[in-house]
């Protein structure tokens, strides 16, 4: 399964690389910002993205639309120090699967890329 | 107007960061009232803008070898000139982020502004009063500075 991690902090996309323990993820690419996250994502299709929301160029709810739009069965995990309610909201009405706040550990990494791991392969069973 | 709330939210903030990311806790001392152009600050700091309900700023700022120590400590092999540049940005942006939890979606945060040493100007007006919130992680001092309105 490739997944694209999506963040402008270098440190953060270094350290969800670094402490991702799943067999199910193959292939991990990234960028740093919305904008190169559509060229990216339309280049590797990847099954599954993390998606930082406050970036530069283009925000993660708006990236979040049009990943969803270019294909429906991403899944699509937020990855933001944003912590109120609404913006979990929106970015799931936007199509994210789910929200994981920053600062995060390791296991709460692991812990919700299994749910998203495990809702891709029902959608592809569904198919 | 900063409220004694407004600033526990901020330390609350700061403490979760350390805790979560470190897995150490940091040491909070009183905070005090400063004009903004009273601020001085260390060799990084990073600075979000805040809009919409609030407006003003949140800064971070810390010497490189705290930095150093924080960028090794979140698992880096080594403290690359680029991760520590990155890691003050990623704190302050953190930090204010969290505080949209109290605040809600309507305290809207800037993308980093990252700089080295002192500069030329932080925030729009040189005599709003900020508060500062002196800190310590393990041995290192560092300080947030909220301003308000």
Same mark, same amino acid.
């Given at each position: ?8 902090s ?14 199910d ?16 994502f339309?280049?590797h ?5 993390t ?13 979040v ?7 429906p ?13 609404a ?5 799931v ?6 929200f994981?706040?920053?600062?995060f550990t ?19 069973g569904?198919? | 107007?900063?409220t ?13 960061y350390f ?5 150490l ?9 400063i ?5 001085s600050?260390?060799d990084?700091?990073g %600075?979000?803008g805040i809009?919409?309900e $609030?407006? !003003?700023f @949140?800064?971070? =700022? ?6 150093q ?14 991760l520590i540049?990155?890691?003050i ?7 204010s ?16 502004l %990252?700089v080295?040493?002192?500069?030329? $100007?932080? !925030?729009? @007006?040189?005599? =709003?009063?900020?508060?500062?919130i ?16």
């Open positions: 399964m490739k997944m694209l991690i999506v963040d402008d270098l440190i953060v996309r270094r350290k969800i690389e670094r402490e991702i323990n799943l067999a993820l193959t292939e991990i690419v990234t960028a740093s910002d919305g904008e190169e996250a559509v060229e990216v339309i280049k299709k990847p099954e599954l993205v998606m930082d929301l406050t970036m530069p160029r283009m925000e993660g709810t708006e990236c639309k049009e990943l969803a739009a270019i294909d069965d991403a899944v699509i995990l937020v990855i933001s120090a944003l912590a109120d309610k913006t979990a909201i929106k970015a009405k936007n199509g994210a699967y789910g994981l706040c920053k600062p390791e296991s709460d990494l692991n812990e919700a890329l299994v749910k998203c791991i495990a809702f891709s392969k029902k959608l592809k569904n198919k | 107007m900063i004694e709330k407004d600033i526990e939210v901020f330390i609350d903030g700061i403490k979760h805790t979560t990311a470190t897995e806790n940091i040491v909070v001392e009183t905070p005090y009232l004009t903004v152009n009273e601020i600050v260390n990084y700091t %600075i979000i809009s919409g $609030r407006k !003003g @949140v800064l971070v =700022t810390a010497s490189e070898y705290m930095l120590d924080l960028v090794l400590s979140l698992g880096e092999p080594e403290a690359s000139p680029n540049y990155d890691v940005g990623e704190l302050a942006n953190t930090i982020g969290n505080a949209r939890r109290f605040f809600g979606a309507g305290f809207m945060i800037s993308v980093p %990252i080295m040493g002192q500069p030329e $100007r932080i !925030g729009s @007006v040189r005599d =709003t009063h900020g508060y500062v002196p800190a310590r992680w393990k041995s290192f001092s560092f300080q947030l500075v909220i301003s308000l309105i």
